[in-house]
Nanobody, 124 residues
Framework: QDQLMESGGGSVQPGGSLTLSCDTSKYSYRSSCMAWFRQVPGKEREGVAAIDDEGSISYARAVRGRFTISKDNAKNTVYLRMNNLKPEDTGMYYC??????????????????WGQGTQVTVTS
């Protein structure tokens, strides 16, 4: 089975930055939309950002302008750069593979593979 592995989480003060990485080296989909989701205890997972094979990108309104999703195919890695972090950004962040779907509509499709998650905590 294909696998995804996230890393880069940690604890930062408001206004700080973190970069999350998703190792996709064991994921073999020939065409894929990659996405980041986040979740806090007691709430549903919510979409954060997505990028598809055509280069289209989608962001949740809450993170647009502060977060950047990107990928480095040579390194088989998907990134989520998070700037100006706020306490409400706290949560477990998950990398997700969704197959060949358009990023602007990624929330309309099922996730094929999930990573194990990496914790992000923003607090004073």
């Amino acid at each position: 089975q294909d696998q995804l592995m996230e890393s880069g989480g940690g604890s930062v003060q408001p206004g700080g930055s973190l970069t999350l990485s998703c190792d996709t080296s064991k994921y073999s989909y020939r065409s894929s939309c990659m996405a980041w989701f986040r979740q806090v205890p007691g709430k549903e997972r919510e979409g954060v950002a997505a990028i598809d094979d055509e280069g289209s990108i989608s962001y949740a309104r809450a993170v647009r302008g502060r977060f950047t999703i990107s990928k480095d195919n040579a390194k088989n890695t998907v990134y989520l750069r998070m700037n100006n972090l706020k306490p409400e950004d706290t949560g477990m962040y998950y990398c997700a593979a969704m197959g060949d779907v358009p990023a602007p509509y990624y929330l309309d499709y099922n996730v094929d593979y999930w990573g194990q998650g990496t914790q992000v905590t923003v607090t004073s």
